[in-house]
Structures are given as structure tokens and as C-alpha cells.
């Protein structure tokens, strides 16, 4: 016969877990079923690089990973172990302690000249915006396109974005780039795009570009990967998540697309 004493503490382990389970139950269903803002505090430009994320209005579908709106996916963990990098192996002494994030008609974003957006395809852009981008773009910003990809995973997947794109820059073309492009040669030497690492994308990265003027022996202004998600190995690096070489390769793509912003 069992004692009063552990059954009682059978039943009371019994009752730990159930409650435990219904925890984790409550926080999947917050986790699926709400939406949220992440917590943002900018901090004010000292002249270091800052690292800047684009905010935008997410359209339908753009909340299903996690309850985060498309525009934070990754945030901030991608760009906080990006800048370690470029801290730990380039001259630019980026700012390590805070990232900001900034709405394409936030007056305080034209100080910072290297900008990045994650899922693009459910990007959803105003006339103001519009506007603003197009006047940060021609006075010398650079912006990073990341983690997009075809419906139905991709909101309105390349022909959102396109049409974003030709609100804002209406007589731009967006060309395929390849290893002859400058920007695969500003630090690390890129001489292959089969590089590109994919996690959970099916097929073959799509870097593509825009240059001023379309002239491709004048500033490049975007970078655009197109389905896959390079950033999503900087977040998880150091997680064992990825092999160790995907993630580097990830990296030397980051690193460059920063340097290249910052030194054109």
C-alpha cells in the first residue's frame, strides 16, 4: 500500500503539470491568435552606424508568425548579432548596445544611410511614404530587402513589392544582380551567388538591385533577396539551429550590403 503521503504527492505533481499544461496551452493560443507590437526604443544618432529596420503598415496574413507584424520578424536578434560581426571584423565600430527602428516618413530616419526590410510582400505603403522614400533614396540612402517570397507564404509576394517600388521610384528597373556587381567585392570577396544559404525557401535565391539612374556603373540604391531569408541565419547564429558555414555565408553577404551602403 502506498502511503497518504505520496499519494498526495502524486497528486499534487499531477496537478503542477496540468497546470504547467494549460499554460502552455494559454500561450499558443496568445501566440497564434494575437497580434502584438514588439517594444521599440529608439536611441538618438551619435554619428556611429546604427543599425535601421523599416516599419510599415502589414497587410492581411502579415501577423502569422508568432502574433509579430511581418516587419519585425527577426528583430532584434538579426541585427544585433549582424553588428557584432561588423564590429568584430571591420573598421566601422558600430554602435553594439541599441538598433532602431523607423517609419519610412520618420524625419530622424534620413540620418541614418543604410536601412533594411524584412517581408516586403506584405508591405503596405502610403502616398506620404512613398514620397519620403523616394526623397531618402536619391539623397543617398541604401536599403536592404530581405525574407520575402511567393503567395501564399508571402503576402502579395514580388508583384507587391514591385508595385510598392514603382510608386516609389517609377522609372526604376530592378535588374538580377551577379558576382561582377560591386557590392559582392566591398569587403569579402563574393565570386559565386550559390553561396546564399536557404532555410526553409524552396529553390534558388533571387538577388536582384537597383542602380540610379538605372546606370550599373552608378550607385546601387537596393539589394533584394528574394525568396529566402538571409537574416534569419543571423539570428539564429550561434544557436546550433545552422551549420556554422551557412551562417558565415550569410554574414559575408551582410557585411558587404552594410559596407556598400555606407561607403556609396
Do not use: C
Not at 55 to 73: E, I, Q
Not at 111 to 129: H, I
Not at 170 to 175: D, E, G, K, L
Amino acid at each position: 500500500m502506498r502511503s497518504a503521503g505520496f499519494r498526495r504527492l502524486v497528486r499534487l505533481l499531477f496537478t503542477v503539470a496540468a497546470a504547467v499544461g494549460l499554460a502552455e496551452m494559454a500561450s499558443a493560443q496568445r501566440t497564434f491568435s494575437m497580434s502584438y507590437e514588439p517594444a521599440v526604443q529608439n536611441v538618438r544618432y551619435d554619428g556611429r552606424f546604427t543599425f535601421a529596420r523599416l516599419r510599415y503598415t502589414v497587410g492581411p496574413g502579415g501577423y502569422y508568425y508568432m502574433g509579430l507584424p511581418a516587419w519585425a520578424h527577426g528583430y532584434s536578434h538579426a541585427e544585433a548579432n549582424l553588428v557584432q560581426i561588423l564590429g568584430a571584423i571591420t573598421a566601422v565600430h558600430p554602435r553594439l548596445d541599441a538598433t532602431n527602428v523607423f517609419s519610412l516618413d520618420d524625419p530622424d530616419f534620413f540620418m541614418y544611410p543604410v536601412a533594411y526590410m524584412t517581408e516586403a510582400g506584405y508591405w503596405e505603403l502610403s502616398d506620404r511614404e512613398a514620397t519620403a522614400f523616394r526623397s531618402y533614396l536619391s539623397k543617398g540612402g541604401f536599403v536592404i530587402f530581405d525574407d520575402f517570397r511567393a503567395p501564399p507564404r508571402g503576402g502579395g509576394g514580388w508583384e507587391q513589392f514591385e508595385e510598392n517600388m514603382r510608386r516609389i521610384l517609377p522609372r526604376a528597373q530592378i535588374v538580377d544582380l551577379d558576382p561582377s556587381d560591386p557590392i559582392f567585392h566591398v569587403f569579402f570577396d563574393i565570386n559565386s551567388l550559390d553561396i546564399v544559404p536557404q532555410d526553409y525557401d524552396f529553390g534558388r535565391p533571387v538577388i536582384r538591385g537597383i542602380y540610379e539612374d538605372n546606370d550599373r556603373t552608378k550607385r546601387l540604391i537596393a539589394v533584394i533577396n528574394f525568396n529566402t531569408d538571409v537574416a534569419n541565419f543571423w539570428e539564429f547564429s550561434g544557436t546550433g539551429y545552422r551549420p556554422v558555414q551557412d551562417t558565415n555565408e550569410a554574414y559575408k553577404l551582410g557585411v558587404n550590403y552594410v559596407i556598400y551602403g555606407l561607403t556609396h
